[in-house]
């Protein structure tokens, strides 16, 4: 069983999920921290991915009552922990792109809805009203995200005005829905 299909409690809401829908913190040296990879020693402490849960997890100090100790946590931490998910998602993208499971432009992103290739598509959320029209359009079923501005993608992407991206069916693909999921279920 791989760690995405492992189930935890959500330490606010009391809930079982899946791990894919929490974010992990751990404490060390008495300081809570984001530990996205799952990298870092302890127990973990789980919450549903979502910036109103996290907000109520620190509101009530869930955080300290599940550790049993007053933990430092830093003053813009809710605003770290989106940029960490941000961060993650866009580096994501940047792999595709690298293992060539990633298109951009919309003519070839056209053509690979048309071969039946595109897994998921990145909009950029500050796309013209008529291009996301046609995107939408050609995409029908293909889940569509509006999570980034042209500049993040062009800078994640090191190109110039990135407005369609396609990601292709691949063994990478996965890794990057997920990433941008969880980007998605923190902003929601």
Not at 64 to 81: A, D, G
Not at 121 to 131: N, P, Q, R, S
Not at 161 to 187: D, G
């Amino acid at each position: 069983m791989s760690r995405e299909q492992i189930a935890r409690k959500c330490i606010v809401e009391g809930t079982v999920k899946p791990c894919d829908e929490l974010l992990r913190f751990v404490e060390l040296n008495n300081a809570l921290l984001p530990d996205f990879n799952k990298k870092l020693p302890g127990k973990g402490m789980y919450i549903t991915c979502n910036r109103l849960i996290l907000e109520k997890a620190l509101s009530k100090k869930v955080f300290h009552k599940v550790s049993r100790h007053n933990l430092k946590i830093e003053e813009n931490f809710i605003e770290t922990v989106e940029k960490l998910l941000k961060q993650k998602a866009l580096e994501s993208l940047n792999l595709a792109r690298k293992s060539g499971a990633l298109i951009t432009g919309f003519d070839k992103l056209k053509e690979a809805i048309q071969k039946e290739k595109v897994d998921f598509i990145i909009e950029a959320g500050d796309a013209g009203a008529v291009g996301k029209e046609k995107v939408a359009f050609l995409a029908k079923s293909i889940e569509i995200f509006n999570l980034f501005s042209i500049e993040e993608l062009d800078m994640a992407l090191n190109k110039e005005n990135t407005v369609n991206v396609a990601v292709l069916k691949s063994n990478i693909s996965r890794m990057v829905y997920s990433n941008l999921k969880k980007y998605q279920r923190f902003l929601s």
